[in-house]
C-alpha cells in the first residue's frame, strides 16, 4: 500500500495523524524522510502530497503529518506554537524509527523550513535538510500578526485571518516567535543543505533564501524556482522540487551505493518455477530473482539489516496472503459473487505448546500463522462462511500443511 496512515502521540500525549509515502512503482524503500508543512497547512496541501508521492517513487518513504491542532491532529492551535512544532517533528522522527527507519533527509515548506533547521540538531541521524520558500527564522511570520499584533499584546489573543482561515493566537506564541530570532542555529548545521525559493515569491521573500545561504556552512546548494508560487500549487514546480531533491539527495543519502533493480541485473540463469537468492551485502539484503521478477529481501534495523525489503518471516506471510486472496478472488469470479474488496492480513508467532506428545522435559514451542480476512461486498452470511472455508484450499496453504520435504544439495 503506497499510502501508510501514521498516527503516533507528541509530548503532551495528543495523537497526532500522519500519513507514510512509501513507493507504489515496486521497488524498496531505500531512505526515509521527513516533511514539515506551511505555517498553518495540513499534511494534505497539494506540495506536500506531490513532492512526497515523487521522493517515493524514487525510493525515499516520505511522512507528513499535521502539526498540533491542525488538520486531524489532536490539540487546540491557539495553545500551540513554533517550539511546539519543533518538538512535534522530533518527536514525529523518533515515532518513525521505533517502526521502520530514523529519518536521514528532512524536508521543510515555509515556516516547516525553519521548524527543521530548530530540529535537526536534536536528530543525530539527519544528514541532508532542503527548504522551500522558507523564511530563515521563525520570526518573519510575525507580519502575519501586524493587524491584531496591538490586540494580542494588550488582550493577550486575538483572531487572525490567515489565507481563507481564522486562527486563534495567544501572545505566547508571539513571544515564542521573538525567541527564535537567531540565525545562529544554522551555522552550527553539520549536514548537507539545499533552498529551493522563488524570486517571485510574495509570501516569504527570497531575501530569506539568501539569509539562510549566507548563515550556512558547505555543502550548500541554491535552486531558484522561476515562477513558481510560495504554496507551489502548479503541479509541474511540486515535481520539479522532488526530482532535483531526489538527485542531490543522493549523494548525501547514499542512495547510489544502495543496490537498485539496474545494479543487480536480471538473473537470466533462473529457469521458470525456480527461485535464486543472492547476497547483495555482507549481512542481510538479499536479491530474490524469478525468471520474470525480481525484489529485495532484508532484516529490520534492530535485527543488524538495513531493512530495504521484507524479512524471510514477511516474505512467508505474503506468498499465503496472496494465494488466498487470489484463490478467493477465482472462487467469487466463478460462481459470480458480488464482492468489491477481499483483504487478507496475516500474522505469524511462536507459542509454547501446551499438548505436545514428545515435550520430554524441555520446552516446545509451535508455530502459528492467524490469517484474518476481510470481505466486502452483497453477500450472505452462508456464502461469507463458504469462502472462508474456500481459504483453506489455497495451495500454498495446503503446502505448508503437507509439511513438505526440504532437500539440500550442493549447486
Not at 461486498?377 to 469462502?387: F, H, P, Y
Amino acid at each position: 500500500m503506497p499510502r501508510v496512515k501514521f498516527n503516533f502521540n507528541n509530548e503532551a500525549g495528543l495523537q497526532l495523524a500522519g500519513l507514510l509515502e512509501t513507493p507504489d512503482t515496486g521497488q524498496p524503500i531505500l531512505q526515509y524522510a521527513l516533511f514539515a508543512n506551511c505555517f498553518t497547512c495540513g499534511k494534505d496541501i497539494a506540495a506536500a502530497s506531490r513532492i512526497s508521492r515523487a521522493l517515493a517513487n524514487k525510493g525515499i518513504a516520505v511522512l507528513r503529518f499535521d502539526f498540533t491542532g491542525l488538520g486531524n491532529s489532536d490539540g487546540d492551535f491557539s495553545n500551540t506554537n513554533f517550539s511546539s512544532n519543533v518538538q512535534d517533528l522530533i518527536v514525529a522522527a523518533k515515532a518513525l524509527e521505533s517502526e521502520y527507519q530514523a529519518p536521514n533527509l528532512l524536508i521543510g515548506h515555509s515556516l516547516g523550513g525553519a521548524a527543521v533547521l530548530r530540529a535537526a540538531e536534536q536528530l543525530p541521524s539527519i544528514k541532508a535538510i532542503a527548504t522551500i520558500g522558507s523564511p530563515a527564522t521563525a520570526e518573519h511570520i510575525q507580519h502575519l500578526f501586524v493587524g491584531e499584533k496591538k490586540t494580542i499584546q494588550t488582550q493577550g489573543e486575538a483572531t487572525v485571518k490567515i489565507g481563507f482561515r481564522n486562527f486563534n493566537i495567544k501572545k505566547q506564541f508571539i513571544d515564542d516567535l521573538e525567541k527564535h530570532s537567531s540565525e545562529y542555529t544554522i551555522a552550527r548545521l553539520k549536514t548537507a543543505l539545499i533552498i529551493f525559493h522563488s524570486p517571485i515569491d510574495n509570501i516569504v521573500s527570497i531575501d530569506e533564501a539568501a539569509k539562510i545561504y549566507q548563515a550556512a556552512r558547505h555543502p550548500k546548494s541554491f535552486i531558484s524556482l522561476d515562477n513558481a508560487d510560495h504554496l507551489l500549487s502548479n503541479k509541474e514546480d511540486a515535481e520539479y522540487v522532488a526530482n532535483t531533491l531526489a538527485s542531490w539527495a543522493s549523494r548525501y543519502l547514499d542512495l547510489a551505493d544502495i543496490p537498485s533493480e539496474k545494479s543487480y541485473g536480471s538473473a537470466p540463469d533462473v529457469t521458470k518455477g525456480e527461485v535464486l537468492i543472492t547476497e547483495l551485502d555482507h549481512k542481510y539484503l538479499r536479491g530474490v530473482f524469478t525468471n520474470n521478477h525480481q525484489l529485495m529481501a532484508d532484516e529490520p534495523i534492530s535485527f543488524g539489516g538495513s531493512n530495504l525489503g521484507p524479512g524471510p518471516y514477511e516474505l512467508l506471510l505474503s506468498a499465503l496472503g496472496t494465494c488466498t486472496s487470489m484463490t478467493l478472488r477465482m472462487y467469487a469470479s466463478k460462481k459470480k459473487l458480488n464482492i468489491e474488496e477481499i483483504t487478507v492480513r496475516l500474522k505469524h508467532e511462536r507459542e509454547h505448546a501446551e499438548d505436545c506428545k514428545d515435550c520430554a522435559g524441555s520446552i516446545k514451542k509451535i508455530d502459528k500463522i492467524t490469517r484474518y480476512i476481510h470481505i466486502k461486498g452483497d453477500i450472505t452470511a452462508e456464502q461469507k462462511l463458504r469462502l472462508l472455508n474456500i481459504a483453506d484450499r489455497c495451495p500454498v496453504h495446503q503446502t505448508l500443511q503437507n509439511n513438505p520435504e526440504i532437500i539440500t544439495l550442493e549447486e
